[in-house]
């Protein structure tokens, strides 16, 4: 009888606590609880009507109780961004934003990608990196069809919200760099796609092949910032303009990218490469380490890609992986001739 009992109790326990693991991971799940934050905070586009407000909460999978409240207007569009007349009814996209430990890097989501016409979500990282957001994870939907560029101002809003400081001018660079990778993208895969017309692609293989090039072109922001910082710690001064032109061209060819841009694409990045130099902060050490997570997130993008598009994505794939490869030897060999020379 007592044995019996022991394995009655015994049961109850592992019930009982596979219940508490499944409730825990739930509230994790749903980003219910950050010792710095509390709540996601929700901030809603003051566009939206309450049928728009409620069907977007919907999307995004929260309720007034499960989150806090904030709204993003056209005149924190402006301050943020440093462009726009103030008008609210512009401000239409809304943004979930969860603080996480440190260490955990950004993760963005779109859950409307229907809705968000222009911005895809790894376009979103280099800019939030820039603009000194770290660890945090956001969500972004819009019931009504509309660019994203200006989702990052509902970001900005969340933390200030939450007591965290937003550098104007680094907020301002970061919409900076989301405009020229916006425009920069969009001329790499028109290019691309002239070039692959005997590929006899898909629509649907070129949409994934566009996404390969997108994500490269962050990778490519990605190896820019990090040649600028090192070049800045070894030689304790700011590139010059043939320094940043050489690194932006470097990037490209190792990316994969350098056929696909015009003269114009490459003035645009020379141009943003030396606005990272003179910004405070956006090289520096925490910045740096957040890239190195979000790095992982564009090379996996191409890998996935790469692999959806057969022996087109073999190609792809092969070159840039070949390209990383004698780059980092080429790397590797410049700095042990260095290191051997001074001893």
């Known amino acids: 009888m007592k044995l019996h009992k022991y394995i009655l109790l015994a049961g109850l326990g592992l019930s009982l606590g596979a219940g508490l693991i499944n409730q825990t991971k739930v509230q994790a799940e749903a980003g219910v609880i950050n010792e710095r934050w509390g709540k996601p905070t929700f901030v809603a586009g003051a566009g939206l009507n309450q049928q728009q407000l409620d069907e977007t909460m ?76 770290t660890d945090a994870t956001v969500k972004v939907a819009s019931v009504v069809k509309v660019t994203g560029e200006s989702a990052l101002t509902g970001v900005y809003k969340a933390f200030e919200s939450n007591g965290e400081t937003v550098d104007p001018e680094r907020a301002q660079l970061a919409q900076t760099e989301l405009d020229t990778t916006s425009d920069v993208s969009q001329s790499v895969v028109n ?122 994505g073999d190609s792809l794939k092969g070159t840039l992986e070949e390209n990383q490869g004698f780059f980092a030897n080429l790397w590797q060999q410049i700095k042990d001739f260095f290191s051997g020379s001074s001893k």
Do not use: C, H, W
Not at 60 to 87: C, H, P, R
Not at 237 to 258: F, G, P, R
């Open 58 to 133: 919907s999307k995004l999978g929260i309720n007034q109780d499960s989150v806090k409240m904030e709204t993003a207007t056209g005149a924190d569009l402006v301050k943020y961004l440093g462009y726009g007349s103030g008008d609210d009814s512009v401000m239409l996209s809304s943004v979930v934003v969860n603080r996480e430990d440190q260490g955990k890097g950004i993760n963005v989501k779109i859950l409307t990608p229907e809705n968000i016409t222009q911005i895809t979500a790894d376009q979103y990282k280099n800019p939030l990196v820039t603009a000194g957001i």
């Open 191 to 312: 290019k691309a796609n002239e070039q692959s017309q005997n590929q006899n692609l898909s629509d649907s293989e070129k949409e994934k092949a566009d996404e390969a090039y997108k994500a490269q072109l962050n990778q490519t922001l990605v190896d820019i910032k990090k040649e600028l910082a090192e070049l800045k710690e070894k030689q304790g001064e700011l590139a010059t303009k043939e320094d940043v032109e050489k690194i932006v061209n470097d990037a490209l060819e190792k990316n994969n990218l350098s056929q696909y841009v015009t003269k114009d694409d490459i003035n645009q990045l020379v141009a943003l490469a030396e606005k990272y130099q003179t910004t405070d902060g956006v090289l520096d050490k925490e910045s740096i380490e957040q890239l190195d997570k979000i790095s992982s997130d564009f090379k996996g993008t191409v890998n996935k890609v790469s692999d959806q598009l057969g022996k087109f």
